[in-house]
């Protein structure tokens, strides 16, 4: 028999101690709480009611409990009641079941249903559920974050379960899709020469947060900022998915691979006023979210219904406890905050000139060290590249996005935009004194065209969505080099191969931190969808076929990177990869003349030369639709250019193994249009 104690008010959450565990739930306005323990998941009503008291069981606004005899595993929840009053942002509902905002599991009944927990009544059977997890039972066998310096990182925005579902992934049929799963591919991420891995949310979300008859497959709706995502695992007891995820995480490190997880403390998947009470909305509504006229609705800076409140001194402790537990207990190496920009707002929506929770984020001791990546903007129209508050922060740069494809689709204008983009964008970081790496670079994310479809479509086509092809970003800044979609014009399709070729040339060579997403190293097409959110099927999943396809573009990639990590490199006089060079070398640009560069409104080309101690690059960039006589310099070592890489070129002549490059003659050389050219001198 369990016996009941008035336990503490700290730690919040459920806390494993000699002889059981001990709950702690903020909440304000709460009359009362129930806590509630269950012996299944999809049980319909609580094996046993704990009944918190004011006096007994209250300190301040924490309601705790210590209940003896129960382990790691047991499910529970909590109901509340308090004031239920729209008007003034009340909105207790005593006949709900809430999942704990501190709970370290989450289980999902098989009739999970949305509509119950939007609408009157008792959801016991139907709720999401907590899970008591003890942190401590776990063996790292040594395991610690990595650290990795940014200068020699290249991040891989993958998805958990779209990087292994399709059957044709070669993995097992039990952890396709899982992070089981994930950790049977190390061997192709390891070969291919990522770093880090950027993971769309694995944190537990709703997936049923999405039009009628589709799935949230993205995972930016969050129930609980503290559990992996249960679907993710190949198992099935509650502890499971803890276990797997740390397995996953400890096997990426030995493969000398960080973790960099993309969290949503933005908003949460209870939508708006007419949303579903799963768990902060019936716990202390006014505490959580940013509400407005008086209370009664939800402001909603995140396009997704609700505002989280991420300023208030509650939900600042829990956001800062959550990316310390995923540090501390999980050894993730990083963090991509999704909308950043809303954290810098208020409870009333206006913008902080010091946000308080960017920088609890920022001076953190046990954060130093992991890598912190705002995507600066909001849905509101609050746009921070450049801007972004605090100096270890790093940015998904949206103009390196948005100049880089502008210039390779040939607009006007673009040259010196793209020569800043090159060297670290000076222009937008400059005057913070910033190193390179604070810039982000990518050109495609999971949001938008793939790399296949940027150069194969220009419109969306998100007729799948439901929404009459009206959701998505209308300026993709894409070409589809002719003919919308696929085609069998071998013109077009070489043309294509060679514009994804010279995006991927320009992100990995230039300053800054290179990111690509899943599947464009094979050229994956999700067939001119750009906001496949709502699809988990072989719209959004890794075609494996694509390996053999497109393995001219695959094995592309492959040399990338191994030059700019300098993998396999033992010779003094090759360390220096180009990056390196070029962040330290002395520079001079150029046109098609010497030491003559066209920054006109009319220009479609520019060349850099690079020089460092014995080494020598010189970069062209051709966005123009004719071919271009480009002057070569003498090299400053004396030595005679090599090619590396001309994008023009079938394979293998696109890019040459290093350091076995063809010799260059002459005091020219011919770029054909719409290409990259980059030449060596060692």
């Known amino acids: 028999m369990n016996t009941i104690g008035p336990g503490q008010s700290s730690p919040l959450g459920a806390t494993v101690l000699d002889g059981g565990v001990n709950f702690s739930l903020f909440s304000r306005t709460a009359n009362c709480v129930e806590l509630l323990l269950f012996d299944r998941e999809d049980d319909s009503k609580p094996s046993r009611v704990v009944v918190l008291e004011p006096v007994r069981n209250r300190t301040y606004y924490y309601w705790h409990t210590f209940v003896s005899d129960v382990r790691p595993g047991q499910i529970y929840g909590y109901r509340v009641q308090g004031p239920t009053d729209p008007a003034r942002g009340l909105r207790f509902d005593s006949a709900k079941v809430l999942l704990d905002p501190y709970g370290r599991g989450v289980v999902t009944p098989q009739d999970y249903t949305r509509v119950a927990a939007s609408t009157a009544g008792d959801n016991c059977a139907t709720a999401m559920k907590s899970v008591v997890v003890d942190s401590a039972e776990y063996d790292w066998e040594g395991d610690v974050p990595l650290h990795r310096p940014s200068a020699r990182t290249v991040i891989y925005e993958t ?61 930016y709706q969050p129930v609980s900022y503290f559990s992996p995502h249960p679907a993710y695992s190949s198992r099935r007891d509650p502890l499971g998915p803890v276990t797997e995820f740390r397995d996953m995480v400890k096997a990426l490190h030995r493969a000398g691979i960080e973790v960099i997880l993309d969290v949503v403390f933005n908003h949460t998947a209870e939508g708006d006023h007419d949303g579903p009470t799963l768990c902060y909305r019936g716990i202390d509504n006014p505490t959580y979210y940013i509400l407005e006229n008086g209370g009664s609705r939800y402001a909603d800076y995140s396009g997704c219904g609700n505002t989280l409140n991420a300023n208030h001194p509650v939900v600042r402790r829990m956001i800062l406890d959550s990316l310390l537990y995923w540090v501390t207990e999980m050894h993730v190496d990083g963090f991509r905050f999704d909308l950043a920009s809303i954290l810098s707002r208020d409870s009333s929506g206006r913008v902080l000139p010091n946000p308080p929770v960017l920088w609890d984020i920022e001076s953190a001791p046990a954060l130093a060290g992991t890598k912190i990546i705002a995507e600066a903007w909001d849905a509101a129209g609050l746009y921070q590249v450049g801007r972004f508050i605090g100096d270890a922060w790093k940015e998904w740069n949206g103009r390196f996005r948005d100049d880089t494809r502008d210039f390779f689709r040939g607009k006007p204008g673009m040259s010196s935009r793209m020569a800043d983009r090159m060297l670290g964008s000076h222009e ?47 300026n993709n800044k894409s070409w589809n080099c ?201």
């Not at 982000?440 to 092809?469: R, W």
């Not at 699809?535 to 890794?542: G, K, R, S, Y």
């Open 428 to 474: 937008i970081y400059g005057h913070k004194g910033r190193e390179a790496e604070q810039s982000i670079n990518f050109i495609t994310c999971h949001d938008g065209f793939t790399l296949n479809d940027l150069v194969s479509y220009d419109q969306k086509h998100n007729e799948a969505n439901g929404e009459q092809n009206r959701d998505g970003a209308d």
């Open 482 to 682: 002719g003919v919308e979609g696929p085609t069998n014009d071998t013109t077009i399709e070489t043309l294509r191969n060679r514009q994804i070729k010279n995006f991927l040339t320009i992100t990995m060579l230039s300053l800054g931190v290179p990111m690509i997403v899943m599947g464009d190293e094979v050229r994956r097409t999700q067939v001119g969808n750009n906001n496949a959110y709502c699809h988990d099927n072989a719209t959004t999943w890794f075609d494996w076929s694509l390996v053999d396809k497109h393995a001219d573009v695959h094995r592309f990639v492959k040399l990338l990177l191994a030059r700019r990590l300098l993998r396999g490199v033992n010779h003094e006089e090759q360390r220096v990869s180009l990056t390196d060079m070029i962040g330290q070398a002395s520079n001079s640009w150029h046109g098609v003349k010497l030491n003559q560069p066209d920054w006109s409104e009319n220009s479609h080309s520019i060349a850099l030369t690079a020089e460092h101690r014995n080494s020598s690059y010189h970069l062209i960039f051709n966005s123009y639709w004719e071919p271009l006589e480009f002057e070569l310099p003498a090299a400053s070592n004396g030595m005679p250019w090599q090619r590396w890489i001309d994008t023009s070129r079938s394979s293998p002549e696109d890019i040459s193994e290093w350091p076995d490059l063809p010799p260059v003659s002459g005091n020219t050389y011919r770029v054909e249009p719409r290409s990259v050219v980059v030449l060596s001198a060692h």
């Open 159 to 219: 998805h958990i379960r779209g990087f292994t579902r399709n059957c044709n992934s070669g993995v097992t049929a039990q952890t396709r899709g899982t992070y089981a799963g994930l950790v049977e591919k190390i061997p192709y991420l390891k070969d291919l020469g990522i770093t880090a891995v950027e993971l769309l949310p694995i944190q537990a979300f709703d997936t049923q947060a999405c039009p009628a008859g589709l799935v949230n497959y993205w995972g």
